[in-house]
């Protein structure tokens, strides 16, 4: 971190930089010309993470009998119980495949958020793939509250899928969200709102059979009736807990289609459960919006933490301080910051490497368009090293690349969130 002083008139160069940059061709995350499996490795030698399959005989871990966790009680009474046990987190990172792994979610708690979702994993592969399983899922004592997500269509695979994880985390959720083609070809995700029976059927298989609750992330019809519908059916099936996404399955560009937080206030005055709303998140006005227009108990982000992890903690990029400069100031952070805070986490809690690749295009993206050299010196790496990074790192800072992450004085966020 850094504390030089940023003057009204050095925010306008950053704001008129950032416009230059966007206008400029998209970075380029290339694909690398070299084996795949050399980013599939992992960046260093596991740590041991012996989990006893027997862990789950701990009483403490213990939420309901091993027949269900909805048996007895009222199962709505249950759903609240659980969310205040958990502090009624607000700040989730959502689940976002190859880029919610734990040294992400632990780098954005660390900044603020407050829960988080795993990566989407294919229950078939992981009940039936050791490694898959293994390098897919990993946590810690420090990563919680966790939805464990999985993609199914089979109510017994989920189920085995499921069992493996629930001693591990505070939720296991299910996709139903997924609009990209291979849900499609795989029959998950948001295609099985094509096939509510199924639907209805899997939540109430894991509802019966689980001891932790069930949780499930939607998009919405676009009918209003219809998705009123269908989150009625999910609570009545067992559904503990809703995430909405504000967005049809067809709508799939966030930045083309805003996420309609009227069909989410909708679902969240529809049913008893808490309901949490995802779209639009992209610094925390968004999140006082979101709280105050809906009314829901908590809000997801996915792509704005991409580039920006240190969003819930009230940080922004420079595209989002235009008309604010007077109220707004350097935050003495920027993405350099964080990406070298990710590395030590990924030191620590080993992923593959194509992930590590991932998370520095999206980090360092407008970083590499002022020098394009960097980038592509980073691209031609056939297998990272961590000395690597940290010296391209450097190599930035030497050039002098100063990108900051600001802060906007008096924000009505904190109140609301001060406020719980």
């Known amino acids: 971190m850094r504390s030089p002083s940023t003057s009204n008139l050095h925010l306008k160069a950053i704001i008129s930089l950032h416009k230059s940059l966007m206008a400029s061709s998209v970075t380029q995350t290339l694909k690398p010309d070299f084996p795949q499996d050399l980013d599939d490795l992992l960046c260093s030698d596991p740590q041991q993470h012996q989990q006893e399959e027997s862990k789950s005989d701990d009483p403490s871990l213990l939420l309901v009998s091993r027949s269900g966790y909805l048996n007895g009680g009222s199962r709505?009474?249950?759903?609240?119980?659980?969310?205040?046990?958990?502090?009624?987190?607000?700040?989730?990172?959502?689940?976002?495949?190859?880029n919610s792994e734990l040294p992400f979610r632990l780098l954005c708690r660390k900044y603020g958020a407050e829960a988080a979702y795993t990566p989407m994993l294919h229950s078939r592969?992981?009940?039936?793939?050791?490694?898959?399983?293994?390098?897919?899922?990993?946590?810690?004592?420090?990563?919680?509250?966790?939805?464990?997500?999985?993609?199914?269509?089979?109510?017994?695979?989920?189920?085995?899928?499921?069992?493996?994880?629930?001693?591990?985390?505070?939720?296991?959720?299910?996709?139903l969200g997924c609009p990209?083609?291979?849900?499609?070809?795989?029959?998950?995700?948001?295609?099985?709102m094509d096939n509510l029976p199924l639907v209805k059927a899997i939540v109430e298989k894991l509802a019966s059979n689980l001891e932790v609750p069930v949780s499930c992330k939607i998009r919405i019809f676009p009918n209003l009736q219809d998705t009123i519908n269908y989150a009625r059916m999910l609570e009545d099936a067992g559904c503990s807990l809703l995430a909405v996404h504000g967005r049809t399955r067809d709508e799939k560009d966030g930045k083309k289609f805003r996420a309609n937080w009227s069909?989410?206030?909708?679902?969240?005055?529809?049913?008893r459960i808490p309901v949490l709303a995802n779209g639009n998140i992209r610094h925390m006005e968004d999140v006082y919006d979101c709280l105050q227009e809906t009314g829901v108990e908590g809000v997801l982000s996915a792509e704005t933490l991409l580039e920006n992890p240190a969003l819930f903690a009230g940080f922004r990029t420079a595209e989002w301080i235009e008309g604010y400069e007077e109220s707004t100031r350097d935050g003495n952070l920027d993405q350099a910051d964080l990406l070298v805070?990710?590395?030590?986490?990924?030191?620590?809690?080993?992923?593959?490497?194509?992930?590590?690749?991932?998370?520095?295009?999206?980090?360092?993206?407008?970083?590499?368009?002022?020098?394009?050299?960097?980038?592509?010196?980073?691209?031609?790496?056939?297998?990272?090293?961590?000395?690597?990074?940290?010296?391209?790192?450097?190599?930035?800072?030497?050039?002098?690349?100063?990108?900051?992450?600001?802060i906007k004085d008096s924000s009505p966020a904190s109140a609301i969130l001060a406020n719980g």
């Open 76 to 98: 709505i009474e249950r759903a609240w119980a659980h969310w205040s046990k958990l502090g009624r987190p607000k700040l989730i990172v959502a689940p976002m495949v190859d």
């Open 125 to 175: 592969i992981f009940t039936e793939n050791d490694k898959y399983r293994n390098v897919e899922f990993t946590t810690c004592q420090e990563d919680r509250p966790l939805f464990v997500q999985f993609c199914a269509n089979d109510p017994d695979v989920l189920l085995e899928a499921a069992r493996r994880v629930e001693p591990y985390c505070d939720y296991v959720d299910l996709n």
């Open 180 to 192: 990209q083609r291979i849900a499609k070809r795989g029959n998950y995700g948001a295609f099985l």
């Open 263 to 271: 069909a989410i206030t909708a679902v969240k005055n529809a049913v």
């Open 341 to 406: 805070d990710y590395l030590k986490l990924c030191e620590k809690y080993p992923v593959p490497w194509r992930i590590i690749r991932s998370h520095v295009h999206k980090l360092l993206g407008d970083w590499f368009k002022l020098h394009p050299h960097i980038r592509e010196d980073f691209n031609a790496q056939s297998k990272l090293t961590f000395e690597f990074l940290y010296n391209m790192v450097e190599r930035l800072r030497e050039l002098q690349v100063k990108i900051p992450l600001y």
